[in-house]
């Protein structure tokens, strides 16, 4: 049976350490703010955003949402972005996706200045992510991934890691910081052509596929430890990419959903609001 690895644990350290910080912003003078800009109304959107909410003023970050209707053109859009970029009470900014077909989210992410880029959807962050660069905001959920295996002293070195997805926001970005720890990395995807025998050759499998159970007791090597990013409806239930039930009974590891990644990857968005009105402050000498 294996040993849980619990995100809740991992966040409740982090936000000692947040805390800590954005007291120090406030004595000078300065509170640390993220705005979240949303088009629409999607439900999960919304539900991303009440979580957010609570965890962020459990911390005493400001999170001001900006909402938009779905009939916004993208030179509105980009100018409201750029108000944004320029605003010296704003620290991180999160745009919410998928955005309409309408908004060429190229243009968005091209606008979007770095030093808030705090969720790394920029070129030139992404491109500090895939070079190795320390000084940028890597992707949340990927950070919270490698901060989960850091802190459960799981030794990345020479092991052979299975990430499971190559989207831009998990799979790919995860895959590179995993290799920058010396891990041997094997990516899989919708057209891998034999999955358990790609997955069950793995030390470590980090499950970023949106399928629900997808990885199941047969595709886990025996004492695998095993990360689960994936967050799925099903039946009004939350459950991630991993057959918990099997893989629990044949890994040495695991993360649960719901109180594993997600829980910590809003505490590493807190962490990098913090950066950012550091850096800011630091720029102008407030701190
Ligand atoms: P995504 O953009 O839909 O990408 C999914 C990836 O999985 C794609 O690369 C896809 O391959 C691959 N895939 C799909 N079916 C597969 C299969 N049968 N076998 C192997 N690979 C398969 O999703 P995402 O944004 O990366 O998110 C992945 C999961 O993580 C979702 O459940 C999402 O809700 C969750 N998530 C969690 C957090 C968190 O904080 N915990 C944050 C972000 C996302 P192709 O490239 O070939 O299509």
Redesign the pocket.
Known sequence: MAVILSGKEVVEQKKIDIRRRVQQLKSNGVQPTLDIAMVGDREDSLAYIKGAHKALDSCGIECRVSSYPETITIGHFIGEIQKKNNDDSVHGIIIMRPLPGSLDWKMVEETLSPAKDVDCITPSNLAGVFSGLRDVFYP??AQ?VIDILDYYHIDLKGKNVAV????????KPVSMMLLQRDATVTI?????AD?EKVVSAADIVV??????G?VKDRHVKQGAVVID????FVEGRLV??VDFDSVEMKASMITP?PG???S???GVLMEHIAVAAENICINVKKI
């Open positions: 949340c959920t919270a499971v997805g190559r989207s831009m926001v998990v799979g899989s995807h919708s057209k891998t999955l499950a970023a596929a949106g399928k629900p997808l990013v994936g967050i799925n991630g990419d959903v594993g990644v997600g910590v990857t809003t």
